[in-house]
């Protein structure tokens, strides 16, 4: 459905999106994961029409976006990160305005816009000024306003920015529903749990390229079967700490990561009494302990050095 | 369907708001009633609208000539209506309130005025219309100002042609050539051809005049135009001879507050686009060419509502004239909106930010405003002010709105102004559209 080959997008000499290339497939749910400022808003903006490329192709439903905007712009609909409403219409007049510009209007807009009403549980708020709803409602409009028109493709660009966990949680359900309906979807997030969640694919986005891409068991396994354990210790100790613990089985490596030790183990709940035992012997209490298993941020990690939230 | 889509989405949004309502069509309406009271009007059209401002001349032996001249003069502003009479009844008329002012011009004033005295003009004011009066002493002022520019230039262009002293034969022969008792002139001129102080006369005054015309034309005094429109302002006087200043004040408010409205729908692509819904609506099957008219359109149609409301509004509370025939006002409403809008929208593309289009267009309004005529009536504008004028929209809009509703003068008589201002709308909306697609395929609107 979607084709995305070598894109490039430039802000003077800034490359915004420097080669990036994918595919998504029809109904699949592709998320774009990546710290602010990856490039991920602007690899939408330029599907999407909005940006002109400077280099690289794409095209949506066989369509080039740059050749035939028109047609791509029928194809798709699209959730901006910021709350895109008129704050000053009720919640019907914004959908039914939304509607009427791709040319629906009658009988079919007005069912379109309460079944869309009822998805977002706004059915009772609907006359209701959206300058006077919750953050969490204004989002589930923002939302349910880029279906109006029953597009082929989403996107989302991180559309749960500044609400809280309820409210979160059912705009990730919604979208959920809307995946399984068929509806090809790209989620942008720096959220790696919702795109843990939600994603079928995920690609991972730093400084404007693709560091990694495939599902999430694909991208887990690219730094194998490892735990990390964190713990707090005094920077005198950890050179003997260092020298002592290649020696146990089991660990891979150590490291220092913001003020605190690492250990990478290949079995860390093995690891951890010789740890403790170690401790001891130095007088010491083992603290602020954290065993992680690995996942998209462990990834991330890896692949940068730098957490998605830096 | 899609651009009544998007007028009507903006229509809605500015109808759902009460406090644009008020500063649109509110406050002109109040301002236009506070001023009108000042000058005495009433409401409802109580009294027949607000009277000229009763002025009394007094000079006692002035040439007939140069009474007719001064009173056509000023009641063709249509801000006055003007009376002769000897000093004592002025004094009464003033005194018992009859009269705003009097206008006391010297004793012999032709004569001294050719013998280069000092001229001391009096103003008796009603102290009970200080207002009125105020205006009188202003208009007063200013042409003396006039004058006086018109003086000094006249000497610093000729300094050696000090004005001589004229004895008493030379000042009856002045006096005859204004009074009109040319049988005389020419007798006088037959029997005594070599009459040294008849030939001095007239080859000064051929001079004198010669200069004069020559100094009006240089400098753009508009003495021509003001000899030709020799008609009363028919709209706003009724049969008691009465005048209606709120024709004047009524379009000139409503076209200063609709720059301010204008710029606002203009604004509104700055907001859009920080709120993300103008990227919205770019994604839509709108097209960027097919947006832009959308969104000019809906500028128009909310400023065109604007000044039918406002002019309906005065026509049912003040009596405003709404000109001599149908159509038009409404033609000069409609171009006036466009251009408005083609001015306001090209500020808008130009401007990167919101920010910076809201002091752009505050200044531009403002500036415009005290250009084109919205801050004095264009009668009393000077000339350079008038010159520099031509160049701003709201002056044509300005001069239409005071030939149709003030003049009573339909566009079929006088279509100048409406046709400057379509032809600037037409101008403005081609490079307002390559601007806008040029801003959109650059990204400059995402």
Known sequence: ?310 | MRIIALVRKDLQRVLGDRRALFVNLALPLVLTFIIGLSFGGGFLGSGGGISAIPVVMVSEELPALLTERITEGLEESGFFTVSWADSSTADALVREGTAAAAVVLPQDLVERFFSAENLVIEVWKDPGSALKAGIVEEILRRALTRYQAGEAAYRALWPDEEMAQVGDAEARIWRNLLDGNFTEVWENWRSARGDTTFTAAAERMALTMDRHAALSRAMGETRITLAVADKAPAGQTDDDGQVNLFNFFLPSFSVFFLMFSVAGSCRDIHRERTTGTLQRQLLSPLGDLEFMLAKWSSAVVQAVFQLLVLFLSGALLFRVNLGPDIWSLPLAVLTCCTAGVGVFMLLALLSRTEKIMDNLSTVVVLVSAMLGGNMMPIDAMPAWLRAVGHYVFNYWANLSFHNIMAQDTGIAADPQPVLVLAVVSLILLAVNLLLFRSRVRRGGLA
Not at chain 1, 51 to 62: D, E, F, H, K, T
Not at chain 1, 89 to 109: H, K, P
Not at chain 1, 187 to 201: F, P, S, V
Not at chain 1, 234 to 258: F, H, K, M, N, V
């Open chain 1, 1 to 310: 459905m979607i084709q995305v080959n070598e894109l490039v997008k430039k802000y003077g000499s800034h490359r915004a999106v420097d080669g990036i290339s994918f595919d998504v497939a029809k109904g699949e749910l592709f998320g774009l994961l990546g710290p602010n400022g990856a490039g991920k808003t602007t690899t939408i903006s330029v599907l999407a029409t909005l940006l002109p490329a400077n280099g690289g192709r794409a095209s949506i439903g066989g369509h080039d976006v740059a050749g035939d905007a028109a047609a791509v712009r029928r194809l798709i609909g699209i959730v901006p990160q910021e709350i895109a409403l008129y704050t000053d219409l009720s919640a019907r007049d914004n959908l039914e305005f939304w509607g009427r510009l791709y040319g629906m209007g009658g009988a079919v807009l007005k069912n379109r816009v309460t079944e869309l009403l009822d998805m977002a549980e706004l059915g009772e708020q609907a006359s209701q000024k959206v300058s006077t709803f919750s953050g969490g409602m204004k989002r589930r409009l923002n939302l349910v306003v880029g279906l109006v028109h029953s597009p082929e493709v989403l996107f989302l660009d991180e559309p749960t920015v500044g609400i809280d966990a309820q409210a979160r949680s059912r705009i990730l359900e919604i979208i959920r529903g809307l995946s399984g309906s068929g509806l090809t979807v790209i989620y942008t997030t720096h959220y790696l749990e919702e795109a843990e969640q939600l994603c079928d694919r995920i690609g991972v986005i730093d400084q404007g390229k693709m560091v990694a891409l495939g599902d999430k068991e694909e991208l887990i396994s690219q730094i194998g079967d490892e735990d990390l354990i964190r713990f707090q210790l005094d920077p005198g100790l950890r050179a003997a700490l260092g020298s002592i613990a290649e020696t146990w089985t089991g660990c891979l490596g150590i490291a220092e990561r913001r003020g605190k030790v690492e250990i990478r183990a290949r079995d860390g709940a093995r690891l951890l009494p010789e740890l403790q035992a170690w401790f001891q012997t130095q007088g010491q209490t083992l603290e602020q302990l954290e065993v992680d298993r690995p996942n998209l941020e462990t990834l991330y990690l890896n692949l940068t050095g730098r957490g998605l939230r830096e």
